[in-house]
């Protein structure tokens, strides 16, 4: 049992937990992530680490309430427990010196760039940072990306922050006005990290991308998340998370991601009807 | 209320019977709807009757056919007296886990292929009656899953002070686990999973196994005092070196062939396609089937290609026909002879209206446009001169493409040993497939480091597993007492 030491809603629907894991906040690093399993019913849910505080032994999770387990894991408390939380998984970023780096968040996405950022900068580089969200409510770690940066760039797809618009814009200006720049690193929702991939590969840019594909076990046990990257397919539990955006088969990435979309809109439905019923809104199981 | 048992003359007719006591099952009609366990084990009469079919032969060819050696003809002399728990204890005195072993050992070709009977007849039902007398021990609160019953048993301290690591908690780790604790050892379990059990757990599924069996030895286990922490991934959340560094003088590796192989046919990543391991893990350990009170996900369409024909391709095989799945069928490239499941798993899977494609490979998934799974093209083969492994080889008929029309395709060609441990473990050397290399006592490379199960052999059986078990528990202590690590 992994006891929920601090819980903070960051925006509607977007939560922050850090959570009591002594040996996975000592053992982890930046660009690894972690599973976790709610209650004897979960689902096990891949999150990418946020944070990592080794002294208190808390891993800190930034999650959006998408579906029913999404929802029912916002609904813990401070002080309340998470059954499973196992990690660290995949391979750490790679973190070099490399000059002037960029560093591209989407949406809740800019949770786990947050941590690259920050050991980006610690290790010399220029880090600018890009970050997007559909409006200002739900720009998330605005105060620690700048800590963690050289400079933030804010856009917003409704224009009540920063520049409206999408991040490739922003990047494309800074490839035509900042060259060079030597690395790019992006998270996000598929459709922007492809779209960056897009703007970079034309540029000659390297890039990283960090995949979250189906997974169940998140050891290599199953091959849920297989990815084609290049020729060769491989298992984002443990070859990635982080691949080069630019040999992503994101078409098949989008595909792959559909595979379950028809049942988790059943849970999501039975889970919410449950709820105006009045039977067990508190989405425990014990009201079945 | 106990039923009448059989009486002299039925027990000396019984002794005369060419066949085995066939074994009560679930009706195929029933079971295809539920998860529940098939084979429903022999009653005590029956047990009784099949017993008398025992030869008792002085030179036991049983025995040898048995890879950890249990004196077959003593137990089953022991169920003959009516002394269950006599016959229970005589298996332990060689094997932890009889009420696993006794569900899904491939006895037809270990201890029943050598039983004299079955050279003219069937053979005596060895397998049946070893579930019979562990499932007795169980039901009488009497085992634990490590040869002590319940009554030399509480919970108990170490009485050494070494530490032993165990990693992994499959049917290796759990036998070393299990004689190293019994022996005063402090042993902790480390298990990457959310449960402990390996392919017991995640695996093997309910109906063949039920989990109530599994956890009952895992809790015998820990009553012996070993201590088992779930969620730890050795290689990631603690290193190898780290255990050392932590204070434990050994540490055994039974970290399984947990690397599902695909096929590397165009299209395997489509949606739809699936490893066994995938397959599996979400009905087993993940209870799928119960969805969504559980909710993890499964879908299967109307009809289902397993790739692949042994034990874990019949699971998967019979576990879609329970989801719905209105065609199922095993597509596998060599002829019946030569399909690696044990023998009454693949007439299970036929009862239950599984189809068998033999002589048939694919090379090809094709898919709809928005990237589902739509057909398996294949081709058929026919049998050739023997190859290596003294098999004869299948070749290629030209021209025999044809497509099936298959809504999912699950892949179970075989699991390799999955890197992470050989790859953070400075010194342990890993033959080319990945294997950690071990002696016969499962020592490896790395002093103090041993290793055993499928992490070494490559994919085989429970029993293995355990026999490999029990030479790396004693080899461990062996090593930790001549070290005086004490
Ligand atoms: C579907 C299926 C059906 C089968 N049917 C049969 C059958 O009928 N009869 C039979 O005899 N055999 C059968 N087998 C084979 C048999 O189950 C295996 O040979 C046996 O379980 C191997 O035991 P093991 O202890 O080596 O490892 P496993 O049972 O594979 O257990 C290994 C454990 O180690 C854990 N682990 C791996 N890496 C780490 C790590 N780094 N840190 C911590 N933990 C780790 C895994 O999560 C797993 O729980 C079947 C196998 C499968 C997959
Ligand atoms: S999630 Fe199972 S192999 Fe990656």
């Given at each position: 049992?992994?006891?929920?030491?601090?819980?903070?809603?960051?925006?509607?629907?977007?939560?922050?937990?850090?959570?009591?894991?002594?040996?996975?906040?000592?053992?982890?690093?930046?660009?690894?992530?972690?599973?976790?399993?709610?209650?004897?019913?979960?689902?096990?849910?891949?999150?990418?680490?946020?944070?990592?505080?080794?002294?208190?032994?808390?891993?800190?999770?930034?999650?959006?309430?998408?579906?029913?387990?999404?929802?029912?894991?916002?609904?813990?408390?401070?002080?309340?427990?998470?059954?499973?939380?196992?990690?660290?998984?995949g391979?750490?970023?790679?973190?070099?010196?490399?000059?002037?780096?960029?560093?591209?968040?989407?949406?809740?996405?800019?949770?786990?760039?947050?941590?690259?950022?920050?050991?980006?900068?610690?290790?010399?580089?220029?880090?600018?940072?890009?970050?997007?969200?559909?409006?200002?409510?739900?720009?998330?770690?605005?105060?620690?990306?700048?800590?963690?940066?050289?400079?933030?760039?804010?856009?917003?797809?409704?224009?009540?922050?920063?520049?409206?618009?999408?991040?490739?814009?922003?990047?494309?200006?800074?490839?035509?006005?900042?060259?060079?720049?030597?690395?790019?690193?992006?998270?996000?929702?598929?459709?922007?990290?492809?779209?960056?991939?897009?703007?970079?590969?034309?540029?000659?840019?390297?890039?990283?991308?960090?995949?979250?594909?189906?997974?169940?076990?998140?050891?290599?046990?199953?091959?849920?998340?297989?990815?084609?990257?290049?020729?060769?397919?491989?298992?984002?539990?443990?070859?990635?998370?982080?691949?080069?955006?630019h040999?992503?088969?994101w078409?098949?990435?989008?595909?792959?991601?559909?595979?379950?979309?028809?049942?988790?809109?059943?849970?999501?439905?039975?889970?919410?009807?449950?709820?105006?019923?009045?039977?067990?809104?508190?989405?425990?199981?014990?009201?079945? | 209320?106990?039923?009448?048992?059989?009486?002299?003359?039925?027990?000396?007719e019984?002794?005369?019977?060419?066949?085995?006591?066939?074994?009560?099952s679930?009706?195929?009609?029933?079971?295809?709807?539920?998860?529940?366990?098939?084979?429903?084990?022999?009653?005590?009469?029956?047990?009784?009757?099949e017993?008398?079919?025992?030869?008792?032969?002085?030179?036991?060819?049983?025995?040898?056919?048995?890879?950890?050696?249990?004196?077959?003809?003593?137990?089953?002399?022991?169920?003959?007296?009516?002394?269950?728990?006599?016959?229970?204890?005589?298996?332990?005195?060689?094997?932890?886990?009889?009420?696993?072993?006794?569900?899904?050992?491939?006895?037809?070709?270990?201890?029943?292929?050598?039983?004299?009977?079955?050279?003219?007849?069937?053979?005596?039902?060895?397998?049946?009656?070893?579930?019979?007398?562990?499932?007795?021990?169980?039901?009488?609160?009497?085992?634990?899953?490590?040869?002590v019953?319940?009554?030399?048993?509480?919970?108990?301290?170490?009485?050494?002070?070494?530490?032993?690591?165990?990693?992994?908690?499959?049917?290796?780790?759990?036998?070393?686990?299990?004689?190293?604790?019994?022996?005063?050892?402090?042993?902790?379990?480390?298990?990457?999973?959310?449960?402990?059990?390996?392919?017991?757990?995640?695996?093997?599924?309910?109906?063949?196994?039920?989990?109530?069996i599994?956890?009952?030895?895992?809790?015998?286990?820990?009553?012996?005092?070993?201590?088992?922490?779930?969620n730890v991934?050795?290689?990631?959340?603690?290193?190898?070196d780290?255990?050392?560094?932590?204070?434990?003088?050994?540490?055994?590796l039974?970290?399984?062939?947990?690397?599902?192989?695909?096929?590397?046919i165009?299209?395997?990543?489509?949606?739809?396609?699936?490893?066994?391991?995938?397959?599996?893990?979400?009905?087993?350990?993940?209870?799928?089937?119960?969805f969504?009170?559980?909710?993890?996900?499964?879908?299967?369409?109307?009809?289902?290609?397993?790739?692949?024909?042994?034990?874990?391709?019949?699971?998967?095989?019979?576990?879609?026909?329970?989801?719905?799945?209105?065609?199922?069928?095993?597509?596998?490239?060599?002829?019946?002879?030569?399909?690696?499941?044990?023998?009454?798993?693949?007439?299970?899977?036929?009862?239950?209206?599984?189809?068998?494609?033999?002589?048939?490979?694919?090379?090809?998934?094709?898919?709809?446009?928005?990237?589902?799974?739509k057909e398996?093209?294949?081709?058929?083969?026919?049998?050739?001169?023997?190859?290596?492994?003294?098999?004869?080889?299948?070749?290629?008929?030209?021209?025999?493409?044809?497509?099936?029309?298959?809504?999912?395709?699950?892949?179970?060609?075989?699991?390799?040993?999955?890197?992470?441990?050989?790859?953070?473990?400075?010194?342990?050397?890993?033959?080319?497939?990945?294997?950690?290399?071990?002696?016969?006592?499962?020592?490896?490379?790395?002093?103090?480091?041993?290793?055993?199960?499928d992490?070494?052999?490559?994919?085989?059986?429970?029993?293995?597993?355990m026999?490999?078990?029990?030479?790396?528990?004693?080899?461990?202590?062996?090593?930790?007492?001549?070290?005086?690590?004490?």
């Amino acid at each position: 049992m992994y006891r929920i030491v601090r819980k903070e809603v960051l925006a509607p629907g977007l939560k922050r937990f850090d959570v009591e894991a002594p040996l996975v906040a000592r053992s982890a690093r930046a660009g690894q992530f972690i599973i976790l399993r709610l209650d004897e019913w979960g689902e096990r849910i891949p999150l990418t680490i946020a944070d990592l505080d080794p002294e208190q032994g808390t891993v800190t999770i930034i999650f959006q309430e998408v579906g029913k387990s999404t929802q029912l894991l916002g609904q813990l408390e401070e002080g309340e427990y998470i059954r499973d939380f196992v990690g660290p998984l995949g391979r750490p970023s790679h973190i070099s010196q490399l000059g002037r780096v960029v560093m591209i968040g989407g949406g809740v996405g800019i949770a786990p760039i947050h941590p690259i950022a920050r050991e980006m900068k610690r290790a010399g580089n220029e880090v600018i940072s890009i970050l997007g969200a559909r409006n200002r409510q739900l720009l998330i770690l605005e105060e620690e990306m700048k800590q963690a940066s050289t400079e933030v760039l804010i856009t917003t797809d409704d224009g009540s922050y920063g520049r409206k618009g999408l991040v490739t814009k922003v990047l494309q200006e800074l490839i035509i006005h900042r060259s060079p720049i030597n690395l790019v690193v992006s998270i996000g929702p598929l459709v922007m990290m492809e779209a960056v991939c897009r703007v970079t590969q034309a540029a000659g840019i390297k890039t990283m991308v960090s995949l979250n594909p189906i997974m169940v076990d998140g050891t290599g046990m199953c091959g849920a998340c297989r990815v084609q990257v290049g020729a060769e397919t491989r298992f984002a539990c443990v070859d990635g998370p982080e691949f080069d955006g630019h040999l992503v088969d994101w078409k098949l990435a989008r595909q792959r991601a559909q595979m379950f979309v028809a049942e988790e809109k059943q849970a999501l439905q039975e889970h919410e009807e449950r709820r105006k019923g009045g039977l067990g809104g508190c989405g425990c199981h014990c009201h079945q | 209320m106990r039923l009448p048992l059989p009486s002299i003359e039925e027990l000396k007719e019984a002794r005369k019977s060419t066949r085995k006591r066939p074994m009560p099952s679930q009706d195929p009609l029933a079971r295809m709807h539920n998860f529940a366990e098939v084979a429903l084990g022999y009653s005590e009469e029956d047990a009784l009757l099949e017993a008398a079919r025992c030869l008792s032969c002085k030179k036991a060819f049983c025995q040898e056919g048995c890879p950890v050696d249990i004196d077959i003809p003593a137990f089953i002399t022991k169920i003959k007296e009516r002394d269950y728990l006599g016959a229970a204890r005589k298996i332990k005195e060689k094997s932890n886990l009889p009420a696993i072993c006794g569900r899904v050992c491939p006895q037809e070709s270990q201890c029943e292929k050598y039983c004299i009977r079955g050279k003219k007849e069937e053979p005596v039902a060895i397998g049946r009656l070893e579930r019979f007398v562990a499932d007795y021990e169980i039901a009488q609160g009497k085992s634990d899953g490590t040869g002590v019953n319940s009554v030399e048993r509480s919970t108990r301290e170490p009485s050494r002070d070494s530490r032993v690591a165990v990693v992994g908690s499959g049917p290796a780790s759990l036998t070393v686990a299990g004689d190293l604790a019994r022996k005063g050892y402090a042993v902790t379990l480390f298990e990457a999973l959310h449960v402990p059990g390996g392919v017991l757990m995640y695996g093997i599924p309910e109906f063949r196994l039920p989990e109530r069996i599994v956890q009952h030895e895992i809790e015998g286990i820990r009553q012996l005092g070993v201590e088992i922490q779930t969620n730890v991934v050795i290689g990631s959340t603690i290193t190898v070196d780290q255990l050392f560094q932590k204070g434990y003088v050994a540490v055994f590796l039974g970290t399984g062939a947990g690397l599902p192989y695909f096929m590397g046919i165009p299209g395997e990543n489509l949606n739809g396609v699936y490893s066994a391991n995938e397959f599996l893990t979400r009905v087993n350990l993940m209870k799928a089937y119960l969805f969504p009170t559980y909710l993890t996900p499964i879908k299967v369409g109307r009809r289902v290609a397993v790739l692949g024909a042994g034990n874990v391709a019949m699971d998967a095989a019979r576990t879609a026909r329970r989801l719905g799945a209105e065609e199922v069928s095993i597509v596998y490239r060599r002829s019946a002879a030569e399909m690696p499941a044990r023998h009454e798993e693949i007439e299970h899977a036929k009862e239950e209206g599984v189809q068998l494609r033999l002589l048939t490979n694919p090379i090809e998934i094709k898919g709809d446009d928005a990237g589902w799974v739509k057909e398996l093209v294949c081709l058929r083969y026919e049998l050739g001169a023997p190859d290596e492994s003294g098999r004869r080889a299948p070749i290629a008929i030209p021209g025999s493409e044809h497509s099936l029309e298959v809504d999912t395709v699950v892949v179970a060609i075989g699991q390799g040993p999955n890197p992470l441990i050989t790859a953070t473990t400075e010194g342990l050397i890993a033959n080319k497939r990945g294997n950690i290399v071990a002696g016969e006592n499962g020592e490896t490379s790395r002093p103090g480091v041993f290793a055993g199960g499928d992490i070494v052999t490559g994919a085989a059986t429970v029993i293995l597993a355990m026999g490999a078990g029990k030479k790396a528990a004693a080899a461990i202590d062996r090593y930790l007492s001549e070290a005086s690590h004490d």
